[in-house]
């Protein structure tokens, strides 16, 4: 059974650069053909999702966030980092990350149901 966890500051400063780590156990990142999400809940709003990275190690990014976020991934540590630059309060969220067991297209990367594994979320709050 996969599991996923989140980690990172709880407190980020705005202008600054946000990176959260999602730590994976119970399967490989690379396994064939999942895609691994970072989808975050501002408060009092939906969900929003954010960019994903493939097991191939290809990036899908939101085209609202494109500008300042960006995936990786540490196939030695089972993890994929996410990255924000320039920071705002609008940041401000519970950040999540997911497994999804197919490619998804458009509108489909925002979909709840499309993603089976979920981490528990972690909040980040951006100020000064």
């Known amino acids: 059974q996969v599991q996923l966890q989140e980690s990172g500051p709880g407190l980020v400063k705005p202008s600054q650069t946000l990176s959260l780590i999602c730590t994976v156990s119970g399967d490989s990142i690379t396994t064939n053909y999942y895609y691994w999400s970072w989808i975050r809940q501002p408060p009092g709003k939906g969900l929003e999702w954010m960019g994903a990275i493939a097991y191939s190690g290809s990036t899908y990014i939101s085209p609202s966030l494109k500008s300042r976020t960006s995936i990786s991934r540490d196939t030695t540590k089972n993890q994929f980092t996410l990255h924000v630059s320039s920071v705002t309060p609008e940041d401000t969220a519970v950040y999540y990350c997911?497994?999804?067991?197919?490619?998804?297209?458009?509108?489909?990367?925002?979909?709840?149901?499309?993603?089976?594994?979920w981490g528990q979320g972690t909040q980040v709050t951006v100020s000064s």
């Open positions: 997911a497994r999804a067991s197919n490619r998804l297209y458009g509108s489909q990367w925002y979909l709840k149901d499309a993603y089976a594994d």
